[in-house]
Nanobody, 124 residues
Framework: QVQLVDSGGGLVQARGSLRLSCAASVHTFGSYVAGWFRQAPGEEGEVVAAISWTGSSTYYGDFVKGRFTISRDNAKNTMYLQMNSLEPEDTAVYYC?????????????????WGQGTQVTVSA
């Protein structure tokens, strides 16, 4: 059983930056594909980014457009999402997720382990 704790959300002005973190409870975090999803009120959840075991392969949702960077430090059992040039449309609850997949999954049903979510609010 993997427990994930995500953090780093908050209130930021448009064009600002935030860095989200996701700490995993297992020392074998390097065996898990991981990612970030987000869900805004009244909207379906969507993938933000996903990363392979070693971090050598990444995937980003189309809306990211080079603004976000996903990374991981397996020695610290932690994954990150650096978000730059934030826009009000990025306002959502962001969830980290992980699972023992072969390649980074792009849909929420591929993942079994989820963090509790961290709120990101971007003001105009």
């Amino acid at each position: 059983q993997v427990q994930l704790v995500d953090s780093g959300g908050g209130l930021v002005q448009a064009r600002g930056s935030l860095r989200l973190s996701c700490a995993a409870s297992v020392h074998t975090f390097g065996s898990y594909v991981a990612g970030w999803f987000r869900q805004a009120p009244g909207e379906e959840g969507e993938v933000v980014a996903a990363i392979s075991w070693t971090g050598s392969s990444t995937y980003y949702g189309d809306f990211v457009k080079g603004r976000f960077t996903i990374s991981r430090d397996n020695a610290k059992n932690t994954m990150y999402l650096q978000m730059n040039s934030l826009e009000p449309e990025d306002t959502a609850v962001y969830y980290c997720t992980a699972d023992m997949l072969v390649i980074p999954g792009r849909t929420y049903h591929e993942y079994d382990y989820w963090g509790q979510g961290t709120q990101v609010t971007v003001s105009a």
